[in-house]
């Protein structure tokens, strides 16, 4: 079946470790994505990827790194510089654009800090 | 800036009874808008979106929604609901030239019997 994984389901950090968020797709998607979910604020998109090797921050980049080393994978790294990172991370692909193509949804990692 | 309104924080609807979700977008390009469902826990899945032409879009589980562009919104409607549309409801919005979805803050939809 095709999809969109993403491990772990809960993450814990520690104060001033870097954690890195998996992110695997076998739709053969071009675009990827990264989007944090706070309660009562919906979906801010963090990093995207249009192609592989390449990468453009969102609205909330700060704190945060990717990487697109394959077209599969999407890791998110959540950064000591991330001061307040407790949220649910959300990441997403599409074949094209986010604006003709349909985004597709992983299920989820739950980052809580220690 | 794009930016996406939906004034409803949380619904409570009764089984069976028909159901409207508000969504307002404030830009003056036309819009690309989008409704997505996502159950606790998960991630979200599409369930309709407008590009252009017929104002009135389905999509699926039985969901409809249309595009007001002298209102600036477009609602999600559903004449029946069942206890499985128990969910959070998001409403998102591009822009041509722009790759990037803006999201609303969402709608939480509890179905009582």
């Known amino acids: 079946d095709g999809g969109i994984t993403q491990s772990p389901k809960y993450l814990f950090r520690k104060e001033g470790q870097n954690v890195t968020l998996s992110c695997e797709q076998n739709?053969?998607?071009?675009?990827m994505y990264w989007y944090r979910q706070d309660p009562g604020q919906g979906l801010r998109l963090i990093y995207y990827?249009?192609?592989?090797?390449?990468?453009q921050k969102g609205d909330i980049a700060e704190g945060y790194s990717v990487s697109r080393e394959k077209k599969e994978s999407f890791p998110l790294t959540v950064t000591s510089a991330q001061k307040n990172p407790t949220a649910f991370y959300l990441c997403?692909?599409?074949?094209?654009?986010?604006?003709?193509?349909?985004?597709?949804f992983g299920p989820g990692t739950r980052l809580l800090v220690l | 800036a794009q930016s996406v309104t939906q004034p409803d924080i949380h619904i409570t609807v009764s089984e069976g009874a028909s159901l409207e979700l508000r969504c307002n977008y404030s830009?003056?390009?036309?819009?690309?808008l989008f409704w997505y469902v996502q159950s606790p826990g998960q991630g979200l899945q599409l369930l309709l979106k407008?590009?252009?032409?017929?104002?009135l879009v389905q999509g699926i589980k039985g969901f409809e929604a249309e595009f007001k562009r002298s209102q600036s919104s477009f609602n999600l409607r559903k004449p029946s609901v069942h206890w499985s549309d128990a969910a959070e409801y998001f409403c998102?919005?591009?822009?041509?030239?722009?790759?990037?979805?803006?999201f609303g803050t969402g709608t939480r939809l509890t179905i009582i019997p």
């Open positions: 997403a692909s599409s074949i094209g654009g986010a604006l003709t193509e349909t985004q597709y």
């Open positions: 739709l053969n998607h071009d675009a």
């Open positions: 990827s249009q192609i592989v090797n390449d990468f």
């Open positions: 830009y003056g390009a036309t819009p690309y």
């Open positions: 407008y590009f252009s032409g017929d104002t």
């Open positions: 998102a919005v591009g822009y041509f030239g722009n790759e990037k979805l803006t």
